[in-house]
């Protein structure tokens, strides 16, 4: 079964540092680009970027080029998103999700990391 | 950029049918795929709808997806509603430039 699994939920002070990982299993994990999306409470789905893991090649929705940084580390199987100095307006629910190459769907999804920053 | 835009919200009764329209502000709905993706409440997405029109095993056939080149749109129409389906849907889609490009969303209520 194809699977991604998240860290779990995170609480955090503004200014503080975060990455939270996403392990895939079940599949190749270095022949799918993985995505990270936003949703903050409330809202809707906001695509932040994507990796493939492969080498390493990352692309940035301009919405969230230089607010976070995606990496992966093939041979563990897993992504991460990291901040390096978290804003309370950061708050929101986080998901990973493999991009199927060739129809760019996102399945499977992760089940989430709910970051929560807060004074 | 393009953008994917969807109504806010859409309610209807059990038993009827109701069709989510997903409108491309530039560029053709048709050059890429769209997929269309059901969140309820305190769950991640899954797909309903891959490849325009594709449904994936374990999604019943009431819920079905096309592409309307004139009105440069997707639409996803679910026959025979329940309560069940009751959830938020959001059409995702994709060009050269852009790798992935979401909808607003869809809150669907079924009453």
């Known amino acids: 079964e194809v699977q991604l699994v998240q860290s779990g939920a995170e609480v955090k002070k503004p200014g503080e540092s975060l990455k939270i990982s996403c392990k895939g299993s079940?599949?190749?994990?270095?022949?799918?680009?993985i995505g990270w999306v936003r949703q903050m409470p409330g809202k809707g789905l906001e695509w932040m970027g994507i990796?493939?893991?492969?080498?390493?090649?990352?692309r940035y929705s301009p919405s969230f080029q230089g607010q976070v940084t995606i990496s992966a580390d093939k041979s563990i199987s897993t992504a991460y998103l990291q901040w390096s100095s978290l804003k309370a307006s950061d708050t929101a629910m986080y998901y990973c999700?493999?991009?199927?190459?060739?129809?760019?769907?996102?399945?499977?999804w992760g089940q989430g990391t709910l970051v929560t920053v807060s004074s | 950029n393009f953008m994917l835009t969807q109504p806010h919200s859409v309610s209807e009764s059990p038993g009827k049918t109701v069709t989510i329209s997903c409108t491309r502000s530039?560029?053709?709905?048709?050059?890429?795929?769209v997929q269309w993706y059901q969140q309820r409440p305190g769950s991640a997405p899954t797909t309903v709808i891959y490849?325009?029109?594709?449904?994936p095993s374990g999604v019943p056939d009431r819920f079905s997806g096309s592409i309307d080149s004139s009105s440069n749109s997707a639409s996803l129409t679910i026959s025979g509603l329940k309560t069940e389906d009751e959830a938020d849907y959001y059409c995702?889609?994709?060009?050269?430039?852009?790798?992935?490009?979401f909808g607003g969303g869809t809150k669907l209520t079924v009453l």
């Open positions: 530039s560029g053709s709905i048709a050059s890429n795929y």
């Open positions: 490849e325009d029109n594709q449904r």
């Open positions: 079940g599949y190749s994990f270095t022949s799918y680009w």
């Open positions: 999700a493999r991009l199927d190459s060739s129809s760019l769907e996102f399945d499977p």
């Open positions: 990796i493939y893991p492969g080498d390493s090649d990352t």
């Open positions: 995702q889609s994709y060009d050269s430039s852009n790798p992935v490009v």
